[in-house]
């Protein structure tokens, strides 16, 4: 299984990104698919996540300008990023949780980061 990340860039602030994130491999079911970021220094937080059923968990720094989406015929997670500011410039990681065809358990799986860099 792997996760394949893109839609990072440099972008003045109050500008907006999209990024996206598509699994592939041997997947029977994916439990999550989320977004961490990791800045400079700074551990590695969630942004937001979605779960089956499309309920979504949100960093509170996020709500009202982030909105995460998932297309489940395309095993891809999307990441709108609007009124981007100077503090969202990190290293954005895709996270998913998913259980492979064949077994019963989840797995925790990470794409590639992607920089996305807030700044005038």
């Known amino acids: 299984v792997q996760l394949q990340a893109s839609g990072g860039g440099l972008v003045q602030p109050g500008g907006y990104l999209r990024l996206s994130c598509a699994a592939s491999g041997n997947i029977f079911r994916i439990n999550s698919m989320g977004w961490y970021r990791q800045a400079p220094g700074e551990q590695r937080e969630l942004v937001p996540a979605i779960a089956q059923g499309d309920s979504t968990n949100y960093a509170d720094s996020v709500k009202g300008r982030f909105t995460i989406s998932r297309d489940n015929a395309k095993n891809t997670v999307y990441l709108q990023m609007n009124s981007l500011k100077p503090e969202d410039t990190a290293v954005y990681y895709c996270?998913?949780?998913?259980?492979?065809?064949?077994?019963?358990?989840?797995?925790?799986?990470w794409g590639q980061g992607t920089q996305v860099t807030v700044s005038s």
């Open positions: 996270n998913a949780l998913i259980i492979r065809t064949g077994t019963r358990y989840e797995y925790d799986y």
